[in-house]
C-alpha cells in the first residue's frame, strides 16, 4: 500500500523560505504526475503546482510562480517544494498529491493518492 507523506512545514516570517517534501512509501512502479496543493483556513483546497514524471512539466498557480520550485528524485519517490519569498497568505496546510496516470493537472480531483498535509505558517 502506497502512502504519501509530507515534512517540512513550520513557521516563518514574511520573507522567509522553507523547503516541504513528499515522500511516497510502498511500492510505485507506474511513472506518476505529483503535486503540491494546499488549504487555508475557510477556503477551498487549491492548486499550488505540479511536477511530471520526467520532471520535463512544472506548472504552477500564478501566486507560486517566480517564488516555488518543485523538483524530484524518482530513485528515492521524493518530490520536493522550495518556497522562497513566502507571505502571510501563503499561510495553509499544504498537501502533496500524485496522479498514478495522467499528465500534470491543477485538478484536485485527478489525483488519486494524498498525504495527511503540513502546516505552513508565515507570519508579517
Known amino acids: 500500500q502506497v502512502r504519501l507523506v509530507e515534512s517540512g512545514g513550520g513557521s516563518v516570517q514574511a520573507g522567509g523560505s522553507l523547503r516541504l517534501s513528499c515522500a511516497a512509501s510502498g511500492s510505485i512502479v507506474i511513472p506518476y504526475t505529483m503535486a503540491w496543493f494546499r488549504q487555508a483556513p475557510g477556503k477551498e483546497r487549491e492548486f499550488v503546482g505540479a511536477i511530471s514524471w520526467s520532471g520535463d512539466r512544472t506548472p504552477y498557480a500564478d501566486s507560486a510562480k517566480g517564488r516555488f520550485t518543485i523538483s524530484r528524485d524518482n530513485a528515492k519517490n521524493t518530490v520536493d517544494m522550495q518556497m522562497n519569498s513566502l507571505k502571510p497568505e501563503d499561510t495553509a496546510v499544504y498537501y502533496c498529491?500524485?496522479?498514478?496516470?495522467?499528465?500534470?493537472?491543477?485538478?484536485?480531483?485527478?489525483?488519486?493518492?494524498w498525504g495527511q498535509g503540513t502546516q505552513v505558517t508565515v507570519s508579517s
Open positions: 498529491a500524485a496522479r498514478v496516470s495522467g499528465s500534470a493537472s491543477d485538478n484536485a480531483y485527478d489525483y488519486n493518492l
